[in-house]
């Protein structure tokens, strides 16, 4: 938990940009009729009955000093999706950073090791040595920022009915161009020091 609150408090570094990441999943529900609008006295009108359109990921990635979130929508979350997502990150996000502070939880396709499933050797290395991977605790997930972005997103955007992969990546991409271009940030008041005091009981207890 310290090491990942120490993370926060760095100042900004473009040669190691700071960089929460996490990811949900939204079903995919198309109407059986079209929806009716809304009028004057007359609320929008939808029919009860649905279609089941499958599954899609969404990996979200959001920089807390620059106020930068990207979400890519993917078909699945295996170790190879977030090998592709993290190549991205690198390469088209952050092609000129030395390191990016990577700021995760524990899932087991979150390391090093999925890189090599996706890419050769040489090329996975490469990536891998561009990473400084901070991971949440076990059970402190929301010490992830990009977690409250998530729940912005769906908050936001997700609350509603979506039929179709190709209709979710143009409201995601209209949601986060109106939250980059605001620069919208969270608001992070959490550290160590208020950890240790909120969360004193989770530390030992030193006997002298």
């Known amino acids: ?86 190549a991205e990150l690198l390469e088209v996000h952050y092609p000129t950073a030395q390191k990016v502070r990577l700021v995760m939880d524990q899932l087991n396709t979150h390391a090093g090791g999925s890189l090599y499933q996706a890419f050769a050797p040489a090329p996975a290395r490469a990536l891998y040595e561009r990473l400084e991977i901070h991971y949440t605790p076990k059970h402190g997930s929301w010490l992830n920022m990009a977690e409250i972005e998530l729940s912005v997103l769906t908050g936001q955007c997700l609350n509603r009915r979506i039929g179709s992969k190709e209709e979710l990546e143009r409201e995601v991409v209209a949601w986060q161009r109106q939250r980059n271009e605001a620069q919208a940030r969270i608001d992070w008041r959490f550290t160590t020091d208020t950890a240790r005091i909120k969360l004193k009981k989770l530390y030992p207890t030193i006997v002298t």
């Open 1 to 86: 938990m310290e090491d990942v609150l120490r993370v926060y408090q760095l100042p900004y570094d473009s040669d190691y940009p700071q960089v929460c990441l996490d990811e949900t999943n939204k079903q995919l529900i198309g109407e059986v009729c079209p929806p009716l609008p809304g009028q004057p006295g007359q609320p929008y009108r939808y029919e009860s009955h649905y279609l089941r359109a499958g599954v899609s990921q969404l990996f979200l990635w959001y920089e807390p000093l620059t106020g930068r979130r990207h979400v890519a929508v993917r078909d699945h979350k295996g170790a190879v999706d977030w090998a592709e997502v993290i």
